[in-house]
């Protein structure tokens, strides 16, 4: 097996939840796509990266089932471990801030990954949802408190690859806070919290809070 870490990103308040991201350091002794993605699937976690330059910050992401050309959670992760200003992914240059308890990421949606975002009434019909079946990514959200700008969202991959739901996605959040045109706080999943904003440029800025899992 290869050598690996494991964080948590986009955690509550309480240092507690996010997403869990493996991290492959030595990019270099696992240089093919197929093998990449056989290391992702055995892992299992909903994103894997490779880090093939940590000074320059080149990163490649992978789900058990697919490479990502860009993804938030795994973006996010990789700039808290490796304390980088900018990363370098397939889908272009990502530009990072870092602050006492946020990493933060700047990226345009059109670098997302399409998801469905479904609007609820309220927090509490996102929270009765049952596991979709595969077939549709879908971001369900609703307003906690529209005027504040708070968000309760869970988030369903639909692929079919052991994934059933994500714990916290940083593409979706990205996604919702450039269709509302506003920054957002999103409580996602069991207890993650995300934080954006719209930067200039057609940029959206996505953070939380990052820990090692392991």
């Not at 949802?129 to 971001?139: K, M």
């Amino acid at each position: 097996m290869t050598d690996y870490e494991v964080l948590r990103v986009f955690c509550g308040p309480d240092g507690e939840h996010g997403n869990e991201l493996g991290v492959v350091r030595a990019g270099a002794a696992v240089p093919g796509e197929a093998d990449r993605l056989a290391v992702a699937r055995e892992l299992g976690f909903s994103e894997t990266v490779f880090v093939d330059d940590a000074e320059r910050g080149a990163i490649d992401i992978y789900t058990p089932s697919v490479r990502l050309p860009f993804a938030g959670h795994p973006c996010v992760g990789a700039a808290w471990l490796l304390g980088v200003d900018e990363l370098v992914t397939a889908a272009g240059t990502v530009r990072v801030r870092h602050d006492a308890e946020f990493t933060r990421i700047e990226a345009r949606a059109a670098w997302a990954p399409g998801r469905t975002l479904k609007q609820y009434g309220s927090a509490a019909e996102v929270d009765a949802l049952d596991v979709p079946p595969p077939g549709e990514w879908i971001y369900a959200w609703a307003w906690q408190d529209e005027r504040a700008g708070t968000v309760r969202a869970r988030a369903f991959p639909g692929r079919g690859d052991g994934i059933d739901e994500d714990e916290a996605t940083g593409a979706a959040a990205l996604l919702l806070t450039a269709e509302l045109g506003r920054g957002l706080t999103i409580t996602q999943g069991l207890g993650s919290q995300l934080v954006t904003d719209v930067r200039s440029g057609a940029l959206i800025e996505v953070g939380g809070r990052v820990r090692r899992a392991r």
